[in-house]
């Protein structure tokens, strides 16, 4: 068993699947809460990245593993996206799913894949880093972390363009 720690979620690699556990970011959001007084910039960056009121952004920022889990959950449910690692179950109201787990590709792989090829688009989606992908067991390279909303956004898009 190995453990990953990211952003938003803890990951638990055990055998073939990967356990995404959603974190609350406490300490995060109080850092955030008192820088946010004194810069404008950081301020608007806030609301526009996490929701136009103070409590739903807030409400976002805290429990952002949360909505990543049941985004990617949800997204694959409804897609079954062959470009993304299958999200196989959801428990305790989406703070744990369970994905499949892949090997990892190298920076040169992915410079191949079809990812890079295609230009999936937004900026801020996780189509970037070596990191958000893995092989899956049938050999294709696949994301395995699509759960911002921009990114299942840009992923929506994009399937319907090919």
Same mark, same amino acid.
């Given at each position: 068993?190995?453990?990953?720690?990211?952003?938003?979620?803890?990951?638990?690699?055990?055998?073939?699947?990967?356990?995404?556990?959603?974190?609350?970011?406490?300490?995060?959001?109080?850092?955030?809460?008192?820088?946010?007084?004194?810069?404008?910039?950081?301020?608007?960056?806030?609301?526009?990245?996490?929701?136009?009121?103070?409590?739903?952004?807030?409400?976002?920022?805290?429990?952002?593993?949360?909505?990543?889990?049941?985004?990617?959950?949800?997204?694959?449910?409804?897609?079954?996206?062959?470009?993304?690692?299958?999200?196989?179950?959801? %428990?305790?109201? *989406?703070?744990? =799913?369970? !994905?499949?787990? $892949? /090997?990892?590709?190298?920076?040169?792989? %992915?410079?191949? *894949?079809?990812? =890079?090829? !295609?230009?999936? $688009? /937004?900026?801020?989606?996780?189509?970037?880093?070596?990191?958000?992908?893995?092989?899956?067991?049938?050999?294709?390279?696949?994301?395995?972390?699509?759960?911002?909303?921009?990114?299942?956004?840009?992923?929506?898009?994009?399937?319907?363009?090919?």
């Amino acid at each position: 068993m190995r453990i990953r720690y990211g952003a938003t979620r803890f990951v638990l690699l055990i055998g073939d699947e990967a356990i995404k556990i959603g974190r609350i970011r406490l300490l995060r959001f109080f850092a955030r809460m008192l820088i946010l007084p004194f810069s404008r910039k950081r301020r608007e960056h806030f609301f526009i990245k996490y929701g136009p009121t103070f409590w739903q952004a807030a409400l976002n920022d805290l429990c952002a593993g949360l909505y990543a889990n049941l985004n990617e959950y949800e997204y694959y449910q409804a897609s079954k996206d062959f470009r993304v690692m299958p999200t196989i179950r959801q %428990l305790l109201y *989406g703070w744990v =799913i369970v !994905q499949l787990r $892949g /090997e990892p590709v190298s920076l040169a792989e %992915l410079s191949k *894949g079809p990812f =890079i090829k !295609q230009k999936i $688009g /937004e900026e801020n989606c996780e189509v970037i880093e070596e990191k958000q992908f893995c092989r899956h067991a049938d050999g294709r390279i696949v994301l395995i972390d699509y759960g911002r909303r921009v990114t299942i956004q840009a992923l929506s898009i994009s399937m319907t363009t090919q």
